[in-house]
């Protein structure tokens, strides 16, 4: 294990601490209300990450062996969403409220991957993990705006998954231009304002999520956070047996592999799935009226947690990957 990495991990975690602090005073100071928490999450929804999406894919010069990288982990999106969706499914039963329920089930099966992964990324696999997280990503959208949408549309007749949602949205146009941008690269530069303009907007994401889930977590009385026995099992659940799960189907997977080619599967499904849970359902609870406080105690928690728990599944995933 690289120490330089390990400490890149804990020193992004800490900021990330940090943010939802400054998020849950803001809120309590009366700094960020209602109407600022939702127009901020359109913000982040409809401007901050389709070019945070963007940025990490023209960020890297087109080369055809790191294009074939990056398909192979836009593959991983596609085979590891469906495998946190069974493990959601198969928890789902131990949460009563059918509100908390679908709420709690999004939350295991998406992972922030974007807006902290993909920082997260670049520290673990230096150089290119924004890269490769990019190409995940897609897979993560096309999920979030198919399946994520069946999950909390669940009882609701205005929340519908319909043809277009699935194929145009904030998530799968800024994928398919960004892999367009990059390809194009191969022939012609993007001009540096524009590569400057997404990294800008992009960069909104992290800060302005973690704001607004910390937030939204100052609603509720304290009391009802800390002692909230379920979100004590989702959170054991979520942020251990699960990624462990991943990290030792992952191993299995890659056993006919070389150990080179197989080490930075296991370790990157590991890390992945070993995230808080994306601060999308907290924007998304927001915009569609859903259990939105029980939403930011979901990314909350996981992401006030995940401040010990990520650095041992860093530490698990490495020596198992390294067997």
Known sequence: MDLSTFLNLLSLIGALALLLVTGFLCRRLGIMDDVASKRFS???????????????????????????????YMGLGFLLHPVLALFALLTGPIYRDPGQRKI??????????GFIGLPILNAVFPGKGAFIGAFFLIGFHVYVWTLGIVILGQGREDIKLT?????????????????????????VPIPAPIVTFTDSLGDLCMPISVLITGGLMATLPLKRVFTNLRLYMFNVLKLIAIPLAVCLLAKLAT????????????????????????????????????????????????SLLSIGTLPLLYVLGDLIARI
């Open 163 to 187: 043809p277009r949602k699935a194929l145009l949205n904030y998530g799968t146009v800024p994928c398919a231009i960004g892999l367009g941008l990059y390809v194009l690269q191969a022939v």
């Open 255 to 302: 056993l006919g592999l070389p150990r080179e080619s197989a080490y930075p599967l296991v370790l990157f499904c590991t890390v992945v799935s070993a995230l808080p849970s994306a601060a999308t359902v907290t924007m998304l609870a927001e915009l569609y009226d859903l259990d939105a406080p029980y939403a930011a105690q979901t990314v909350g928690s996981t």
């Open 104 to 113: 709690s089930q999004f939350a295991t099966i998406f992972t922030n991957c």
């Open 42 to 72: 359109k913000l982040i929804i409809t401007v901050g990450q389709p070019m945070m999406i963007v940025a990490a894919l023209i960020g890297k010069e087109f080369s055809p062996a790191l294009f074939k990288e990056g398909l192979l």
